[in-house]
């Protein structure tokens, strides 16, 4: 078995703000400041290699800090490798100070003045201006050059991250290189994997420069690459002596007769998703449409919120999913709270969260009341009706935490980017592209899996960052053409290569 706190180490993302308490860690044990930039330029000059692996003419572009004394060794490095390397500096080397004056110094060739009109004629543009610590929008003159940059169909380098996105958000400041490539160092940024951030970055590569793990748990990180190696030695697998009752039992609350469609999706995915029954509670006006499609899937039958409460009580349903299909209402409230007052890991999706847009405080005050998990999976739109004040805040990280903290729940912010943030501050960003996923239903499949990995007793957290990936993974698998009826049946062929990866670790 591999070393699950190495793999999780590995998928630690870090703010601009940590990484550089990780330098200067490392250089209070004795790595010399000088000698990480030499390692981070050789990194760069070895994937601009890469890409012009002939030599020909590279254009480094430099900044007047760190990210230009990075550059300022690669354009070096190129030059002594056979390269025409011309460097364009931003400000005047007399300026520079520090490390990245000691950079300027071992370079021999001249140096032109960084503008929006200089000569983008090169077989390769390295971006070594701001990188992740750019600390205002990208104006003016500079501005002006970096779009003729992304005009001239050349293909870009960048140092750290792409110039003008922020390391910590992933948005856009002013302008923004696109980059075919890019090279961090020690670990990748949130602003590697936010979009749109992640749309500018190109092929990312991690360069070990020299700074050693063990300054990680010092900065108190947080923060990880959504990836089975954060959940994978967590996952249920079924015991050659188990039996269906030990991988527990999922209810998903069905909505009316004319809108079952929503629950059975997610029934379906509760099963795939290794939940050992799956059960459909119902009013008896739907029984019959969900028992005309269902077949794994039980039917129990209920009378409104009080016919729920008393199904629920029975502790071996442990999970239960409301809000596909339910309905934007008084009577969804008083469903959400019945499957509150049980003893089961609760998935609240759309309907069910919109129901609380006027009354938020009342449905985080029933979740503080109990002990089991919640999961809330709102997308931009419905996190904007229970969260409203957080809604604008640039940072996905952050307001998706500050609502996870404030609901008491494990809140997944759909999207491009899902990030999943759990009470404790504990959050992860997905990475995964799967455009195939915007259709109709897809969030339904997603809440059963939730619930159907939570039946399973699979900790909160890692359930729904394992539910989250093996979602996006399924759709990859199918590609064009998904329909979200698709999904659960890809869910064989995930199941089946993660549990081929855990075997050969």
Not at 50 to 72: M, S
Not at 453 to 470: G, I, N, S, T, Y
């Amino acid at each position: 078995m591999c070393d699950h706190f190495s793999a999780r180490e590995a998928l630690l993302l870090l703010t601009p703000e940590q990484m550089g308490r990780a330098d200067r860690a490392a250089m209070e044990a004795g790595i010399s400041g000088s000698l990480l930039m030499e390692n981070a330029g050789t990194a760069v000059a070895m994937r601009a290699q890469e890409i012009c692996p002939h030599g020909g003419h590279v254009l480094v572009l430099a900044g007047p800090g760190n990210n230009g004394g990075d550059g300022l060794v690669a354009a070096r490095l190129l030059a002594e490798r056979g390269y025409r390397v011309r460097l364009a500096l931003l400000g005047s080397r007399e300026k520079l100070s520090g490390d990245a004056a000691i950079a300027a110094s071992r370079w021999q060739g001249g140096l032109e003045k960084l503008s929006a009109g200089i000569d983008l004629s090169a077989d390769l543009i390295v971006d070594a201006l701001f990188g992740a610590g750019l600390g205002r929008p990208i104006e003016g003159e500079v501005a002006a050059l970096v779009e003729a940059v992304n005009a001239c169909q050349r293909p870009v380098l960048a140092v750290d991250l792409p110039s003008g996105i922020d390391g910590r958000t992933g948005c856009v400041r002013g302008a923004a290189f696109k980059a075919a490539k890019t090279v961090t160092f020690f670990r990748e940024k949130p602003g590697h994997i936010l979009l749109p951030g992640r749309l500018h970055c190109g092929e990312i590569h991690v360069a070990d420069i020299g700074i050693p793990d063990a300054v990680l748990p010092d900065l108190s990180l947080k923060l990880w690459r959504n990836h089975p190696g954060l959940w994978h030695d967590v996952l249920p697998v079924p015991d050659v002596e188990g039996h269906k009752y030990a991988r527990g039992h999922t209810v998903v609350v069905s909505g009316p007769a004319h809108a079952t469609g929503a629950a059975r999706l997610a029934a379906r995915a509760a099963l795939r998703a290794g939940a050992g029954l799956v059960s459909m509670a119902a009013e008896e006006d739907a029984i019959p449409a969900l028992a005309a499609h269902l077949t794994a899937v039980m039917i129990k039958k209920v009378d409104g919120a009080q016919g729920l409460a008393g199904l629920l009580s029975d502790a071996r349903l442990n999970a239960v999913v409301i809000g596909p299909g339910a309905g934007v209402g008084q009577a969804t409230c008083e469903r959400v709270a019945a499957c509150l007052q049980s003893e089961a890991a609760v998935v609240l999706d759309a309907d069910a969260v919109t129901s609380f847009k006027d009354q938020p405080a009342r449905l985080f005050d029933a979740i503080e009341a109990r002990s089991a998990p919640v999961f809330m999976t709102p997308h931009e739109g419905e996190f904007s009706r229970l969260f409203p004040d957080l809604a604008e805040h640039a940072d996905k990280v952050e307001k998706t935490r500050k609502a996870a903290e404030r609901a008491g729940a494990v809140v997944l912010l759909k999207g491009a980017d899902t990030v999943v943030a759990a009470p404790d501050g504990r959050a992860a960003i997905s990475a995964r592209d799967a455009p195939w996923l915007a259709t109709a239903g897809t969030g339904d499949v997603l809440a059963g899996m939730i619930a159907g990995l939570a039946a399973q007793r699979m900790p909160a957290f890692d359930a729904a960052c394992a539910a989250v990936w093996m979602h996006a993974d399924a759709a990859r698998r199918f590609g064009p053409g998904l329909i979200s009826e698709d999904l659960p049946e890809m869910l064989p062929a995930v199941w089946s290569q993660l549990a081929a990866e855990r075997c050969a670790d």
